[in-house]
């Protein structure tokens, strides 16, 4: 936690405070337009990760109309091309100019501190009503301590309301842990995480990786985009092969299609997510989930076998043991770049499957007993986005952000936490197109702060969050991730349904059991 320069430090006092300007701050703030609200930005620009903490190589893993704002369709939104990250950006900043956001972002402002100055502390369980007084008091119930340009000296602002958008990736790696004289320091090459080598340029990053032994350790998303640049920067007779440390299996999509048939239809419609179990179900639903239930893992079934048939996954020894709606379920599909098994059958990318490893002076060494040479190590193992509230929040709210044991944090419409007051979080809670999560979460987030509906009580907001906590909890062993994708449908018609909105959205029945829902289906229907 950054040290107070000040005991009772002067204060800028506005209404609403807004942490991040990537995806998430950039939707909060348009729809918080008409309060002015102040946006603090780390960096020197918009876009969050898509700017910070991108590969030359990184694309949406979706065509542009599945990734946009419902109000500002992508010019070429019909094009099935993956767009780059430059465009993203481009895009972004095209959304915050349009609708005049920019104007509310403050650069190069680091938020170092948050003060709690209310006077409720945590939210107490039970009460009617809402869980809190009006999210507007009229008074600051937060104060801000802000790193300006890099200077020593805090600047303080003071708010009603805050909303958090710093998101779950970038800024803080998560690294392995290792045994006693076994870590990176025993090793005469060079370790990074995925963080250090995404701020490299694509001249520096080739530099990094050409005619070097390199290991990657993951199989996400991001670990297969970096074994793919290392292999294409080991092209020829010098080129060294990558190799891929690969800890848990997870499928992998080439496409959104499958056997022919649009991908939408498995899951993303109103009928496909009948299949599965969403909160608050009635006993009938329940009884027919059940029922369905063979259905449901035909589907699944029905998948793997075109994966299987499309992908060499057994071939490499890449095939999980757990059925693909378990990593649907959980938000972990990746979309595979198209040269990856190219590169693999060429042998610039090799596979070595490992629960455990640790560092020798000269490279990685396995629980098998076996060990590789490397030159450099990357780990693309993840971030750790609750150890960056943790270390701006106060107590005791500090010990309220992760629900144990599943780690998850405890967000009522992935927006509120039940037991901190007058604040908001966008953007940590995943589904298959987080923009348009974020989006209906900040329209749902500024029609509670102008007071058009109440919240539940703090403790039917819990037992909402608990509800689906064990629908994931039941439906797939990766649960410890707050993922929507299978009632994501059914999430946003109790949304709808708080803010006064027909939570069907579509123009007939027919649209409604098995077109896929998207942004552009809540833009001005109310």
């Known amino acids: 936690m950054a040290e107070n320069h000040y005991e009772n430090p002067p204060l800028t006092i506005s209404k609403i405070g807004i942490i991040g300007a990537g995806v998430s701050g950039i939707a909060a703030a348009k729809q918080l337009y008409h309060h002015n609200p102040v946006v603090f930005e780390a960096s020197d620009s918009i876009g969050g990760v898509w700017r910070t903490c991108a590969y030359n190589s990184t694309k949406l893993q979706s065509a542009p109309k599945d990734y946009e704002f419902s109000d500002f369709p992508w010019p070429n939104r019909d094009d099935p091309s993956f767009p780059t990250h430059v465009e993203i950006v481009d895009?972004?900043?095209?959304?915050?100019?349009?609708?005049?956001?920019?104007?509310?972002?403050?650069?190069?402002?680091?938020?170092?501190?948050?003060?709690?100055?209310?006077?409720?502390?945590?939210?107490?369980?039970?009460?009617?009503?809402g869980a809190f007084g009006s999210p507007l008091p009229g008074h600051p119930v937060w104060q801000i301590a802000v790193q300006i340009n890099g200077s020593q000296n805090l600047q303080w602002y003071a708010f009603e309301f805050v909303v958090v958008c710093i998101g779950k990736y970038g800024d803080i790696p998560k690294i392995p842990s290792f045994p006693h004289n076994k870590g990176p320091e025993m090793f005469q090459g060079e370790v990074l995480h995925s963080i250090d080598y995404c701020?490299?340029?694509?001249?520096?990053?080739?530099?990094?990786?050409?005619?070097?032994?390199?290991?990657?350790?993951?199989?996400?998303?991001?670990?297969?985009?970096?074994?793919?640049?290392c292999a294409e920067a080991n092209q020829g007779p010098e080129g060294q092969p990558c190799t891929m440390v690969v800890r848990t299996l997870h499928w992998t999509v080439p496409h959104y299609s499958v056997w022919g048939l649009p991908f939408f239809l498995f899951y993303s419609t109103r009928a496909s997510q009948f299949l599965h179990e969403k909160p608050n179900q009635s006993f009938l639903r329940t009884m027919l989930c059940y029922l369905l239930s063979p259905l449901r893992r035909g589907v699944s079934k029905f998948i793997e076998s075109y994966l299987l048939w499309k992908l060499p996954l057994r071939k490499y020894g890449l095939k999980p043991d757990h059925p693909f709606e378990e990593d649907y379920a959980s938000c972990q599909m990746a979309i595979m770049p198209e040269n990856f098994f190219t590169e693999a059958d060429k042998g610039n990318i090799v596979f070595?499957?490992?629960?455990?490893?640790?560092?020798?002076?000269?490279?990685?060494?396995?629980?098998?007993?076996?060990?590789m040479k490397a030159d450099v190590v990357i780990l693309a193992t993840g971030y750790d986005g609750k150890k960056k509230l943790?270390?701006?929040?106060?107590?005791?709210?500090?010990?309220?952000?992760?629900?144990?044991?599943?780690?998850?944090?405890?967000?009522?419409?992935?927006?509120?936490?039940?037991?901190?007051?007058?604040?908001?979080?966008?953007?940590?809670?995943?589904?298959?197109?987080?923009?348009?999560?974020?989006?209906?979460?900040?329209?749902?987030?500024?029609?509670?702060?102008d007071e058009k509906f109440k919240l539940p009580s703090a403790e039917n907001m819990l037992e909402q969050i608990y509800k689906e906590m064990e629908v994931s909890r039941r439906i797939t062993r990766f649960y410890k991730r707050h993922c929507i994708s299978t009632f994501s449908i059914n999430h946003g018609d109790d949304i709808c349904e708080e803010m006064g909105w027909n939570s069907w959205r579509k123009r007939s029945w027919f649209a409604e059991a098995f077109s896929p829902y998207g942004s552009q289906d809540y833009r001005l229907k109310n």
Do not use: C
Request: charged fraction near 25%; proline fraction near 4%.
């Open 199 to 229: 701020k490299l340029d694509k001249d520096a990053a080739s530099q990094l990786l050409k005619g070097k032994k390199v290991a990657v350790i993951g199989y996400k998303k991001s670990a297969i985009d970096l074994a793919v640049e």
């Open 91 to 129: 895009y972004l900043e095209s959304y915050a100019k349009h609708f005049d956001v920019l104007k509310f972002v403050k650069f190069n402002s680091k938020v170092m501190e948050l003060r709690f100055v209310g006077q409720q502390g945590t939210t107490e369980l039970g009460g009617n009503g």
């Open 352 to 371: 070595k499957r490992s629960s455990n490893w640790w560092f020798w002076k000269e490279g990685i060494e396995f629980d098998d007993n076996t060990k």
């Open 390 to 449: 943790k270390t701006i929040l106060p107590d005791p709210f500090r010990s309220l952000i992760e629900y144990h044991p599943s780690g998850i944090m405890p967000l009522y419409r992935g927006t509120i936490h039940p037991l901190i007051p007058n604040i908001a979080f966008v953007g940590y809670i995943e589904s298959v197109a987080n923009l348009h999560t974020s989006e209906l979460r900040s329209m749902w987030l500024a029609r509670y702060v």
